[in-house]
T-cell receptor, first 107, second 112 residues
């Protein structure tokens, strides 16, 4: 059983489209993280949130603690957004990771 | 610039050989982690260390060993006992329980 489920697994979008990636989790958490992994393999932390909504540029992350659900939105998508987006939850000392959503944005 | 350095980026070894992956950080973070990434799976925790000279097994520690003699360094040794060592290995660090993880760029290990 996976503690963190993401959908979709793969996503292809046209440049400019609004994109949503979903994450559901089954454990009690202290925070949820959205990560971005580029083809080279390195991972960058995009957001850490425990309630509400955060925005950074064209990226928006929301979380609903009661429903154990989070979404990552990308507005006006661009080919440079192409990457794998990973949802991770922190239960204290332990992290659980989703399998990632592979996003390809076509010019 | 502060960050986490993993070296080498690519590593090739013959079956039966031990190999050590390097992880160095200049973020002054106490906690450090080693994860393994395989296609179609989420990151899995191998070992973690909260302070110098202390480390704990993660979910898949069998066949691996670590040391934490200095705050900045957390090397991972993949031993010949690891049955399926070919994978992408990521090192991470964080300042505290309510802090984000900072990752290195990873080492891709291929064992033939």
């Amino acid at each position: 059983k996976n503690e963190v489920e993401q959908s979709p697994q793969n996503l292809t979008a046209q440049e400019g489209e609004f994109i949503t990636i979903n994450c559901s989790y089954s454990v009690g958490i202290s925070a949820l993280h959205w990560l971005q992994q580029h083809p080279g393999g390195g991972i960058v932390s995009l957001f850490m949130l425990s309630s509400g909504k955060k925005k950074h540029g064209r990226l928006i992350a929301t979380i609903n603690i009661q429903e154990k659900h989070s979404s990552l939105h990308i507005t006006a998508s661009h080919p440079r957004d192409s990457a794998v987006y990973i949802c991770a939850v922190n239960t204290g000392n332990q992290f659980y990771f989703g399998t990632g959503t592979s996003l390809t944005v076509i010019p | 610039d502060g960050g986490i350095t993993q070296s080498p980026k690519y590593l090739f070894r013959k079956e039966g050989q031990n190999v050590t992956l390097s992880c160095e950080q200049n973020l002054n973070h106490d906690a450090m982690y080693w994860y393994r990434q395989d296609p179609g799976q989420g990151l899995r925790l191998i070992y973690y260390s909260q302070i110098v000279n202390d480390f704990q097994k993660g979910d898949i520690a069998e066949g691996y060993s670590v040391s934490r003699e200095k705050k900045e360094s957390f090397p991972l040794t993949v031993t010949s006992a690891q049955k399926n060592p070919t994978a992408f290995y990521l090192c991470a660090a964080r300042a505290g329980t309510n802090s984000p993880l900072h990752f290195g760029n990873g080492t891709r290990l291929t064992v033939t």
